[in-house]
């Protein structure tokens, strides 16, 4: 009697990292040496496709804000997932996850290796940890929430979820009173819901990427000044002109809030350029910290290396993975 063919999970790899380390050039450096066609000249075989996870490059429109790959890198390299909401829509990470679900044995089908590239933390970790959907959203509990003091609600997760108080940041409103409506509507902590969620059931080969404290910030500058250059503020003003504001979560992308400040006479050119290079460097330490608490990530630090060295390192690694796991 034969015995039934074993089933693998799908691998699936994943360049995570924090914004500004320069994850965009690398993945397109990647996508091209897991081709298998033979290269001559400067041609170049794809050999995987892009799920971006890059938490607000969902939205159309928000092109310089989000530092969205360019036209170029899109040609070279087929990407999902970006420009699929318009700016004053919602999307969320359990349709993020749905969607994950959807293009991973798609772009395998393909014979391509399916590669999610990002660093937006919820929407990896609903991938990589799971993820608990949840009660609906309660719109009367929400409304007495909104009335209170983002200082109370903080002080009131400490006390009844300090595992979601320590893992959301202090001025996150929206995820603090999600939590905290979980609690009243389920009389469990919103963590321990997520402890029990599921990652998505693939093979999943995680590689971290990282530069030294001092290089990374003065990226991060780098790239404030060239968006700046490239017209942040006419992107800004367009987007209002067309009805973006402070209740759609598209307004809440680092830039937007900054750049209506320095539109209304708020805030000066610097005054605006610094808070955008503070704000991006704050969020990138947070996402850091967040990446290091998954084990099953191996980092791999890009400081004065160029994007094909690292590329070349990330592809030898993963072909000893899909080996070991008989992909």
Aim: glycine fraction near 8%.
């Amino acid at each position: 009697m034969e015995r039934p063919t074993e089933v693998r999970p799908q691998p699936v790899l994943v360049l995570i990292g924090p914004t500004g380390v320069g994850k965009t050039a690398i993945s397109l450096e990647v996508a091209e040496r897991l081709g298998n066609a033979e290269r001559t000249g400067n041609d170049k075989a794809v050999g995987a496709e892009i799920i971006s996870a890059d938490s607000r490059a969902f939205f159309s429109g928000l092109e310089i804000v989000t530092d969205k790959p360019s036209a170029e890198a899109r040609g070279r390299i087929p990407h999902h997932l970006l420009d699929i909401v318009t700016p004053f829509e919602t999307y969320d990470a359990m349709t993020f996850r749905r969607d994950v679900a959807r293009l991973v044995p798609a772009i395998a089908g393909r014979g391509r290796v399916p590669m999610l590239v990002g660093g937006g933390t919820l929407y990896v970790g609903a991938v990589l940890r799971g993820l608990f959907e949840g009660p609906s959203k309660d719109d009367a509990l929400r409304a007495r929430l909104a009335k209170e003091e983002l200082g109370a609600l903080r002080e009131r997760l400490r006390t009844v979820d300090p595992a979601a108080a320590r893992s959301i940041h202090t001025n996150d409103r929206l995820r603090i009173t999600r939590a905290l409506e979980v609690y009243e509507l389920t009389g469990r902590p919103i963590s321990s819901w997520h402890a029990e969620a599921d990652p998505l059931p693939y093979a999943f080969h995680g590689v971290g990427l990282q530069r030294e404290r001092e290089d990374h910030r003065s990226a991060i500058a780098t790239r404030v000044r060239s968006m700046i250059e490239a017209g942040l503020f006419d992107e800004i003003a367009r987007l209002r002109s067309e009805g973006l504001a402070p209740q759609h979560q598209a307004y809440r992308t680092i830039g937007v809030p900054e750049g209506v400040d320095f539109l209304e006479g708020r805030a000066t050119a610097d005054e605006t350029e610094q808070a955008l290079v503070h704000r991006t460097w704050a969020l990138a330490r947070r996402q850091t910290a967040w990446f290091r608490r998954d084990e099953g990530v191996s980092w791999v630090n890009v400081t004065g290396r160029s994007p094909a060295e690292v590329a070349e390192e990330i592809v030898k690694a993963w072909r000893r993975f899909t080996e070991a796991i008989g992909g």
